[in-house]
């Protein structure tokens, strides 16, 4: 069965920091596709960053330069640093892991961005 826990976040003040992280588990991920999506209210999920099981990263334009993301291909951990956070960074985030057909998701977590 696989699972996706995630974690880190939370309300922070315009231009501050925060790290998601998430944990998968259930199967080898190795070659799984790791990324994080983010779904504002009244607004569709969109692609915050990705990165492949080779290492191929993809950040959406709105977020470059400010967020980072990591994995750890051992542990089957995805991370992203969220730096200069704004007020349009407010959203659910959500932890995805796709190979092919085979695509899960995490149960989200609040980033709220708010002075």
């Known amino acids: 069965q696989v699972q996706l826990v995630e974690s880190g976040g939370g309300l922070v003040q315009p231009g501050g920091s925060l790290r998601l992280s998430c944990a998968a588990s259930?199967?080898?991920?190795?070659?799984?596709?790791m990324g994080w999506y983010r779904q504002a209210p009244g607004k569709r999920r969109e692609l915050v960053s990705s990165v492949t099981g080779f290492g191929g990263i993809n950040y959406a334009d709105s977020v470059k330069g400010r967020f980072t993301i990591s994995r750890d291909r051992v542990k089957n951990t995805v991370s992203l640093q969220m730096n200069s956070l704004k007020p349009e960074d407010t959203a659910v985030y959500y932890c995805?892991?796709?190979?092919?057909?085979?695509?899960?998701w995490g149960q989200g977590t609040q980033v709220t961005v708010s002075s």
């Open positions: 995805s892991v796709r190979l092919g057909a085979n695509e899960y």
């Open positions: 259930g199967r080898n991920f190795t070659l799984y596709l």
